[in-house]
């Protein structure tokens, strides 16, 4: 039998100034769409932060014929508010969500109370039954919070059985750590297909510091080998390219259901990457 073909996918977050927005839809998507994923997806702030920009990015590609997945969470919203949210991206054509819990917003403090991705699952199910594809988010390093690796995998199940149809990992750059993971859900009885998420490198030093704070491990060769090129940022890309190219092929390889790509909203070097692949 022929190997199914990965599903691949790639993420943007809303822009914050009018000229990102413009740039996006008219250069960075035509140019990624030619690649023909499977579907797009776009973040959702911390406590809600980016409610409208998200609204307004997906539904102007959406307009463009663009299958689009907005990201959600309760952020400080009660059901209300995200239940018309949820009803008025049905109503506008759209028919995927990445649902998770999110983080509280900086400087909030304690404020406000974060809801479960999988409670959120439910409310979608509740609502607007099987309407959408919705996607759930999962840790083969492990959720910083989380109680244990094991807890870790309940609660991805508990999200997966409470009605979404997959879940997208974290990033990562070791491979073993998400083939060990898909066992591990496996064992605990999850069927539903775990998609590998991936960061191309883009600026090293923004990486670092995001992957303290997410829990995502980069290895110390890599770290070593980037800061050899001291700041040259030519050999860094290259360096990038090279190993994150050969990490989706030994994904691929190796059975992964599919890959979605963190692409900071720039074309390079997910194309490129892309392109090595030969997908
Ligand atoms: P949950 O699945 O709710 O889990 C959060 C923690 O609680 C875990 O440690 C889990 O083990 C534990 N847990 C879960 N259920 C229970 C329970 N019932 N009882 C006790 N403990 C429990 N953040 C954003 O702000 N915006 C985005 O758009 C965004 N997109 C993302 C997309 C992907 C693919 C990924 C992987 C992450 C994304 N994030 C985003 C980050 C995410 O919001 C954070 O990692 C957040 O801390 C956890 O969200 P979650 O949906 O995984 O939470």
Redo the contacts with the bound molecule.
Sequence with gaps: MPKPQPRISF?Y?PPRTEEGRVKLLRDTTPALNALNPAFF?V????GGTTRDSTLGVVSAMREDGIDVAP?L?FGGDDRNAIGALVDTYAQRGINRL??????MPSGMGGASQ?V???ELVAFIRERTGDHFQI?????PEI?????SYD??IR??K??LDAGANGA???YFFNVEAYFYFLDQCAAAGITKPVYA?IMPIINFANLARFSRN?GAEIPRWICQRVEGYDGDQDSIRKFGIEVVTQLCQTLLDSGAPGI?FYTMNQVEPTREIYRNLGL
């Design positions: 993420e977050f997806s973040t959702y702030g911390a990201h969470s990445v649902a998770l819990r999110g983080d974060l479960y991705a999988s996607e759930v988010a999962a840790y959720h910083p919070e989380a109680k807890s870790d609660y991805l508990g999200k997208i990992t974290q998420g997410c979605h």
